[in-house]
T-cell receptor, first 113, second 115 residues
Framework: DQQVKQNSPSLSVQEGRISILNCDYTNSMFDYFLWYKKYPAEGPTFLISISSIKDKNEDGRFTVFLNKSAKHLSLHIVPSQPGDSAVYFCAASAHGAGNMLTFGGGTRLMVKP | ETGVTQTPRHLVMGMTNKKSLKCEQHLGHNAMYWYKQSAKKPLELMFVYNFKEQTENNSVPSRFSPECPNSSHLFLHLHTLQPEDSALYLC??????????????FGNGTRLTVT
């Protein structure tokens, strides 16, 4: 049973508009959440994270929102750029589990010029 | 340059072969990981090494054998694999410690095909 789910396998957005990628989790012990971005033929690269003591974290064009009661987080990219086209993975870890991450299946984002 | 280097980038091997995947990190981290990414499946954690000691074996078959001679190097020894073991194998490193939540840094992976 997948504890971290990304229900949209793909998303297409126009350049300049907002991209919203969603992630749901089931394990209430998760308290640290990350987003990774992956280009073809490369490994995932860390993008942004959020601790469960916060509900929002912003870094430039990227903002992650956490709704603990709904066990849902989202990544907003605004404005979206063609270079943002990649697969985005949501990941979570539980306190005391070190850095053992549980990953979602990924969402492929395509930003059209 | 990710700071985590994996070799080879591509590997094709028969089911009776023995091969090894290599990973080296130049980030001064104290933990290293092997992840597996199969087609249409999430990344799956295979092994974790903290300070060269294996702390996690995520029910991985014995035909996969990890080795961590020091905190900068990690190997995955492969023998008598099955075609379903074909996947992208990703190495990662991070800094772990009390109160530390360092993100994982991944290598570019080894694309393994078992024929």
């Amino acid at each position: 049973d997948q504890q971290v789910k990304q229900n949209s396998p793909s998303l297409s957005v126009q350049e300049g508009r907002i991209s919203i990628l969603n992630c749901d989790y089931t394990n209430s012990m998760f308290d640290y959440f990350l987003w990774y971005k992956k280009y073809p033929a490369e490994g995932p690269t860390f993008l942004i994270s959020i601790s469960s003591i916060k509900d929002k974290n912003e870094d430039g064009r990227f903002t992650v929102f956490l709704n603990k009661s709904a066990k849902h987080l989202s990544l907003h990219i605004v404005p979206s750029q063609p270079g943002d086209s990649a697969v985005y993975f949501c990941a979570a870890s539980a306190h005391g589990a070190g850095n053992m991450l549980t990953f979602g299946g990924g969402t492929r984002l395509m930003v059209k010029p | 340059e990710t700071g985590v280097t994996q070799t080879p980038r591509h590997l094709v091997m028969g089911m009776t072969n023995k091969k090894s995947l290599k990973c080296e990190q130049h980030l001064g981290h104290n933990a290293m990981y092997w992840y597996k990414q199969s087609a249409k499946k999430p990344l799956e954690l295979m092994f974790v090494y903290n300070f060269k000691e294996q702390t996690e074996n995520n029910s991985v078959p014995s035909r996969f054998s990890p080795e961590c001679p020091n905190s900068s190097h990690l190997f995955l020894h492969l023998h008598t694999l099955q075609p379903e073991d074909s996947a992208l194998y990703l190495c990662a490193s991070s800094q772990v410690g009390q109160g530390v939540n360092s993100p994982l840094h991944f290598g570019n992976g080894t694309r393994l095909t078992v024929t």
